[in-house]
Nanobody
Framework: QVQLVESGGGLVQNGGSLRLSCAAS????????MGWFRQAPGKEREFVAA????????RYADSVKGRFSISRDDAKNTVYLQMNSLNPEDTAVYYC?????????????????WGQGTQVTVSS
């Protein structure tokens, strides 16, 4: 089992930046692909970004390409989501997830482990 704890959320103005972190503990020697998903009020959870284990291949939702960047530091068992040029449509609870296949695909069903989420609010 692996436990995931997100941090770094908060309130930011339109056009601002935030960096989310996701710290993994427990069975962290496994080769996990890592993903970020988000859920806005009244909407389905959606894919944001993911990074594979082996080659750190990254994938992004079209809505965040060029603005968000996912990275990982395996020595620290931490994955990051740098979010720039934020707008009110980015307001959501952001969840970190781990995929034991290591692939880092955009499908939420591939991820077995989830964090509790961190709120990101972008004011207009």
């Amino acid at each position: 089992q692996v436990q995931l704890v997100e941090s770094g959320g908060g309130l930011v103005q339109n056009g601002g930046s935030l960096r989310l972190s996701c710290a993994a503990s427990g069975r962290t020697n496994s080769r996990y692909g890592m993903g970020w998903f988000r859920q806005a009020p009244g909407k389905e959870r959606e894919f944001v970004a993911a990074i594979s284990w082996r080659d750190h291949n990254t994938r992004y939702a079209d809505s965040v390409k060029g603005r968000f960047s996912i990275s990982r530091d395996d020595a620290k068992n931490t994955v990051y989501l740098q979010m720039n040029s934020l707008n009110p449509e980015d307001t959501a609870v952001y969840y970190c997830a781990a995929d034991s296949y290591g692939s880092g695909y955009p499908r939420s069903s591939d991820y077995e482990h989830w964090g509790q989420g961190t709120q990101v609010t972008v004011s207009s």
